[in-house]
Protein backbone atom coordinates (compact mmCIF):
# COMPACT_ATOMS: atom_id res chain seq x y z
CA UNK A 1 0.00 0.00 0.00
CA UNK A 2 1.48 3.67 -0.87
CA UNK A 3 0.27 6.90 -0.23
CA UNK A 4 -0.09 9.61 -2.64
CA UNK A 5 -0.07 12.83 -1.95
CA UNK A 6 -2.85 15.53 -2.99
CA UNK A 7 -0.93 17.19 -5.70
CA UNK A 8 -0.14 13.18 -6.88
CA UNK A 9 -4.19 12.68 -7.16
CA UNK A 10 -4.84 16.34 -8.90
CA UNK A 11 -2.40 15.76 -11.36
CA UNK A 12 -3.82 11.98 -11.79
CA UNK A 13 -7.54 13.07 -11.71
CA UNK A 14 -6.45 16.26 -14.63
CA UNK A 15 -5.46 13.53 -16.61
CA UNK A 16 -7.29 11.21 -16.70
CA UNK A 17 -10.02 14.12 -17.79
CA UNK A 18 -7.95 15.58 -20.66
CA UNK A 19 -7.66 12.07 -22.15
CA UNK A 20 -3.61 10.27 -22.85
CA UNK A 21 -3.65 12.01 -26.16
CA UNK A 22 -4.37 15.67 -25.01
CA UNK A 23 -0.46 16.47 -23.89
CA UNK A 24 1.02 14.89 -26.86
CA UNK A 25 -1.51 17.22 -29.39
CA UNK A 26 -1.08 20.05 -27.11
CA UNK A 27 2.82 19.94 -28.09
CA UNK A 28 2.48 19.57 -31.84
CA UNK A 29 2.05 22.34 -34.34
CA UNK A 30 -0.05 23.26 -36.90
CA UNK A 31 0.18 20.92 -39.89
CA UNK A 32 2.43 18.24 -37.19
CA UNK A 33 0.35 15.04 -37.05
CA UNK A 34 0.34 12.12 -34.96
CA UNK A 35 0.58 8.67 -36.32
CA UNK A 36 -1.27 5.70 -34.91
CA UNK A 37 -2.05 2.15 -36.20
CA UNK A 38 -5.38 0.83 -35.68
CA UNK A 39 -4.40 -2.45 -33.65
CA UNK A 40 -2.26 -0.13 -31.34
CA UNK A 41 -5.42 1.79 -30.90
CA UNK A 42 -7.69 -1.23 -30.27
CA UNK A 43 -5.82 -2.42 -27.51
CA UNK A 44 -6.88 0.80 -25.21
CA UNK A 45 -9.95 1.63 -26.76
CA UNK A 46 -13.01 0.37 -28.44
CA UNK A 47 -14.16 3.04 -30.44
CA UNK A 48 -13.38 4.06 -34.15
CA UNK A 49 -10.12 6.27 -34.35
CA UNK A 50 -11.65 9.10 -36.26
CA UNK A 51 -14.53 9.40 -34.00
CA UNK A 52 -12.46 9.45 -30.72
CA UNK A 53 -10.36 12.31 -31.79
CA UNK A 54 -12.77 14.16 -33.59
CA UNK A 55 -14.86 14.05 -30.92
CA UNK A 56 -13.13 14.86 -27.97
CA UNK A 57 -10.90 17.62 -29.34
CA UNK A 58 -12.98 19.20 -31.43
CA UNK A 59 -15.99 20.20 -29.37
CA UNK A 60 -15.52 23.35 -28.55
CA UNK A 61 -13.89 24.56 -31.98
CA UNK A 62 -11.87 21.98 -34.66
CA UNK A 63 -8.21 21.80 -33.61
CA UNK A 64 -7.69 18.25 -35.16
CA UNK A 65 -8.60 16.86 -38.37
CA UNK A 66 -8.24 13.00 -39.17
CA UNK A 67 -6.75 11.15 -42.22
CA UNK A 68 -6.66 7.77 -43.22
CA UNK A 69 -3.62 6.61 -45.29
CA UNK A 70 -2.49 3.19 -45.93
CA UNK A 71 -2.57 0.85 -42.58
CA UNK A 72 -2.35 4.16 -40.50
CA UNK A 73 -4.12 7.33 -38.92
CA UNK A 74 -2.99 10.42 -38.90
CA UNK A 75 -4.62 13.35 -36.61
CA UNK A 76 -3.25 16.66 -37.69
CA UNK A 77 -3.41 19.23 -35.64
CA UNK A 78 -5.19 22.59 -37.35
Not at 58 to 67: D, E, G, M, P
Request: aromatic share 12%; proline share 5%.
Amino acid sequence: MDIVSKEQVRQIVQAKKEGEFTRVISLLEPGCALRISPQEFKQRFDTPIPLYFLGKYNRKKKTVSCLKYGDSYYIIKL
